[in-house]
């Protein structure tokens, strides 16, 4: 012991003895794990609620009703300009939708930058045509939209799944950025109807509110941290089951042609395809039907009624998914998307013939709803388990979505050519035999899989 000369601290002792004790620091496995993950795990949390915002805000796929009607029966463009807007659009998605996966495979640190400016950009082009209705800049704008469109599925599942620190709990996560964005199309289909409504002719307000949503989803994807971002695990290429990117094992990515290789890939891109040549020219040839058999006022009024059936289905369907996901077999419950399909075109085809209620048509699609919610849900959770340990999780998506977007493009095709020489139920009725012989197919390459070698059977959809 000894006293210390401070006089303002006169008669005070001060310990200074040294001892084995003093020597070593104080060790408390519990504090200091807790210091140390604490903000981690909040940061975390903090990344999982912006990816959540962006897809509440963020438009992957209700705009194109909107622009068509309101090009054609608001501005007076002919059927054809508008169709070679939209091939173009789509062409372009074709062309460019598998490499924009792999671009976002081989993106380290610039995922958030790729994906905020492709939002931005497709902002404003979703404006662009209540500035200006001159075909040629419509046609550019487009264009370019398609092109920055093909960046927002590979890149917002990219995200989840680098965020995303265990297995265990990405599939619950997908189900709930889901809920999200079916919950966020919801509300704004439901604002532009009552713009429709009640401003009719004059909505511009319903395009500037389409616009303000991708503005503030960009905003949001802005602010993930991208310290909570593990390129790895967001490419498929380490588990998902680290914090800590010494610690997972890395490997080499698998080669493009050992993927298209890949009989589970292969079959499941076909199943894909003949899923949406039946499944999307469904609600474009309802929302047209309904015009025909409703007044041209009201046109947009029940273009926004029929998204609104179907996202608020979708968003119930979605919300039950995260109670089911992690609980059953993922081909199983995508048989449930399949089966829906021809279910509703039965119907719709049985009603065009007998009751041609507008009200009637607009519920068919709450097995839309259900059917999507299902089908979206599980995508990305089937693709997942084709490329766990690949590195080419977003060439592969890419390609699948290049699949379904061919499907979509001829399945309008199909459908306005049998309208036009048989009339729209036998148009439905075609779509729904497609969508069974879909649902046959896939229930005999689930089967088949049982029978390959355990190395391929790890590739298929389990």
């Given at each position: 012991?000894?006293?210390?000369?401070?006089?303002?601290?006169?008669?005070?002792?001060?310990d200074v003895t040294v001892s084995p004790d003093n020597m070593s620091p104080p060790s408390n496995p519990k504090v200091d794990k807790t210091i140390v993950e604490t903000p981690v795990k909040s940061h975390n949390v903090f990344a999982k609620r912006m990816l959540t915002a962006v897809n509440f805000f963020v438009e992957t796929n209700r705009l194109e009703p909107y622009t068509a009607v309101y090009l054609i029966n608001i501005i007076g463009w002919n059927e054809v300009s508008f169709g070679i807007v939209s091939l173009c659009m789509n062409m372009a998605m074709l062309i460019f939708q598998t490499p924009a996966g792999d671009l976002l495979d081989k993106a380290t640190k610039g995922k958030k930058i790729i994906t905020?400016?492709?939002?931005?950009?497709?902002?404003?082009?979703?404006?662009?045509?209540?500035?200006?209705?001159?075909?040629?800049?419509?046609?550019?704008?487009?264009?370019?939209?398609?092109?920055?469109?093909?960046?927002?599925?590979?890149?917002?599942?990219?995200?989840?799944?680098?965020?995303?620190?265990?297995?265990?709990?990405?599939?619950?996560?997908?189900?709930t950025t889901e809920v999200s964005n079916k919950v966020g199309s919801f509300l704004i289909v439901c604002a532009c109807a009552a713009i429709s409504y009640f401003a009719y002719p004059n909505v511009d307000a319903l395009f500037y509110l389409l616009g303000a949503g991708g503005l503030i989803a960009a905003f949001f994807t802005s602010t993930i941290p991208e310290s909570e971002i593990h390129h790895d695990r967001a490419r498929q290429l380490a588990k998902a089951d680290e914090t800590s990117e010494d610690d997972v094992k890395t490997e080499s990515p698998s080669r493009y042609l050992d993927l298209l290789k890949d009989k589970g890939i292969v079959g499941f891109a076909a199943l894909?395809?003949?899923?949406?040549?039946?499944?999307?020219?469904?609600?474009?040839?309802?929302?047209?039907?309904?015009?025909?058999?409703?007044?041209?006022?009201?046109?947009?009024?029940?273009?926004?009624?029929?998204?609104?059936?179907?996202?608020?289905?979708?968003?119930?369907?979605?919300?039950?998914?995260?109670?089911?996901?992690?609980?059953?077999?993922?081909?199983?419950?995508?048989?449930?998307?399949?089966?829906?399909?021809?279910?509703?075109?039965?119907?719709?085809?049985?009603?065009?013939?007998?009751?041609?209620?507008?009200?009637?048509?607009?519920?068919?699609q709450i097995f839309d709803g259900i059917g999507a919610g299902v089908y979206d849900t599980m995508l990305p959770i089937i693709v997942k388990n084709f490329t766990k340990g690949s590195g080419r999780f977003g060439f592969t998506y890419g390609f699948i979505i290049t699949c379904w977007r061919i499907g979509h493009g001829l399945s309008l095709l199909l459908g306005e050519a049998i309208v036009h020489s048989f009339g729209y139920a036998t148009a439905f009725w075609v779509l729904g035999s497609i969508g069974l012989i879909n649902f046959v197919s896939f229930v005999l390459f689930s089967r088949s899989s049982t029978r390959m070698p355990k190395h391929d059977i790890q590739c298929l959809p389990k």
């Open positions: 012991m000894t006293t210390c000369n401070d006089p303002k601290a006169k008669n005070t002792l001060v905020s400016i492709a939002i931005l950009v497709a902002s404003v082009t979703t404006v662009m045509v209540i500035w200006t209705s001159n075909f040629w800049a419509i046609l550019v704008g487009k264009t370019i939209e398609g092109i920055s469109a093909t960046i927002f599925l590979p890149a917002l599942m990219a995200l989840l799944l680098g965020i995303c620190r265990t297995e265990e709990e990405v599939p619950l996560f997908i189900a894909t395809f003949l899923y949406h040549l039946a499944n999307a020219g469904v609600v474009p040839l309802l929302a047209q039907y309904v015009a025909t058999v409703s007044s041209e006022q009201s046109n947009l009024t029940w273009v926004s009624a029929i998204l609104i059936v179907f996202f608020f289905s979708q968003a119930i369907t979605a919300h039950l998914m995260t109670f089911v996901v992690n609980k059953f077999d993922p081909k199983r419950i995508i048989l449930i998307a399949f089966i829906v399909l021809p279910i509703r075109c039965t119907f719709i085809s049985i009603m065009i013939l007998f009751w041609s209620n507008p009200w009637a048509l607009v519920s068919t």
